[in-house]
């Protein structure tokens, strides 16, 4: 049974950082696309970052560009996501997700997403 866990998540205040975590369990993904998404109240899941399977191509959301940095572990099969200067405008319930095919470009769209954690909520105080 395939699972991903995030963890890292919390409270902080505006400028601060955090460090989220994404452990798969189940199988390996090393040759698949990770992204992460989040999802504000009453807002549509956006895409926040991708990396592809080799940690070479990291697109990012226009909005967190220069502040956030993913990075991937094979070995761990664990995907991070750096969170520096946090704005309150980034508080959301941020969610990792696995592609659903190998080798491929990294997209932005959930559709192309396979497996999803539950979530761990990012609240950023002003």
């Known amino acids: 049974q395939v699972q991903l866990v995030e963890s890292g998540g919390g409270l902080v205040q505006a400028g601060g950082s955090l460090r989220l975590s994404c452990a798969a369990s189940g199988r390996t993904f090393s040759t698949r696309c990770m992204g992460w998404f989040r999802q504000a109240p009453g807002k549509e899941r956006e895409f926040v970052a991708g990396i592809n399977w080799n940690g070479r191509v990291t697109p990012y959301a226009e909005s967190v560009k220069g502040r956030f940095t993913i990075s991937r572990d094979n070995a761990k099969n664990t995907v991070y996501l750096q969170m520096n200067s946090l704005k309150p405008e980034d508080t959301a319930v941020y969610y990792c997700?696995?592609?659903?095919?190998?080798?491929?470009?990294?997209?932005?769209?959930?559709?192309?997403?396979?497996?999803w954690g539950q979530g761990t909520q990012v609240t950023v105080s002003s």
């Open positions: 997700a696995v592609s659903r095919f190998s080798y491929t470009s990294v997209e932005s769209a959930p559709r192309a997403y396979e497996h």
